[in-house]
């Protein structure tokens, strides 16, 4: 890998870590080119491929002449998009519906996870398109770190899960992600209104703090008609 590869990989890693953490919020501009090149000691040429980046991961959209704004809205797709961003780029506008918000007791969960206290900030979420379709229900749970256990009281900040993590220090770093065709159990073929045994697409994922330490694991039953899971392999060469 070239010297200029690493340095806008370095720029792409750090302002999507600030995304991701809600430190640059949905909406809000990116500083400009010149800003960014002061920050991180790098050309012009490296900041723009560094912006391509995030582009290319849905983290931001620019626009020439005017600037860079972010886009994600705090729920990792495959790592790199949000649920209801992925809806909004069809075309769509979909509602999200809380369906819980409490702490819960999982001890199967813990043990499964490898951990010592079974207690976890629980919030179960609904996504509708506007004509009445559910297309996605996702169940977080996160391990009850200090001063989670008032969530629930007072709400998720802003609605995101993700930014009221980051107010709390926790920033998923890493972390890994499965996806599996199943069949839908008659409990969530309800909630979804759809007939039980309808194939879904089920993604189970893992996230990770800087430390290693467990921040949240989430499973997510989508539509396969409106979600689909990209990855990316290998490294692009210079021709």
């Not at 990989?9 to 002061?38: C, D, K, M, N, Y």
């Not at 194939?199 to 996230?207: D, E, I, Q």
Request: without cysteine; glycine residues 10%; aromatic residues 4%.
């Amino acid at each position: 890998m070239s010297e200029q590869a690493r340095k806008h990989q370095r720029v792409a890693r750090v302002l999507g870590r600030e995304i991701r953490a809600g430190a640059l919020r949905t909406g809000s501009r990116l500083p400009g080119e010149h800003a960014l090149t002061q920050r991180f000691s790098v050309s012009r040429a490296t900041v723009r491929e560094a912006l391509r980046a995030l582009n290319d991961e849905g983290l931001i959209a620019t626009h020439a002449g005017i600037g860079s704004f972010v886009t994600f809205d705090g729920t990792p797709l495959d790592n790199r998009h949000g649920w209801t961003q992925s809806l909004v780029d069809q075309g769509a506008s979909p509602t999200t519906t809380v369906l819980r918000l409490d702490v819960a007791q999982d001890a199967a969960l813990a043990a499964e996870l490898g951990l010592s206290d079974a207690r976890f900030l629980a919030l179960d979420r609904l996504r509708t398109l506007p004509d009445g379709a559910h297309v996605s229900l996702e169940r977080s749970r996160v391990p009850l770190h200090p001063g989670l256990e008032e969530v629930p009281e007072r709400g998720l900040s802003d609605g995101s899960l993700t930014r009221t993590l980051a107010e709390a220090g926790l920033v998923v770093a890493s972390g890994e992600q499965r996806a599996t065709a199943v069949p839908l159990a008659p409990g969530d073929a309800a909630t979804l209104g759809r007939p039980s045994g309808t194939s879904f697409l089920r993604v189970r994922r893992t996230g990770r703090g800087p430390d290693g330490g467990l921040v949240e694991h989430v499973v997510s039953l989508l539509d396969p008609a409106h979600f689909e899971l990209r990855t990316r392999f290998g490294e692009a060469t210079a021709p």
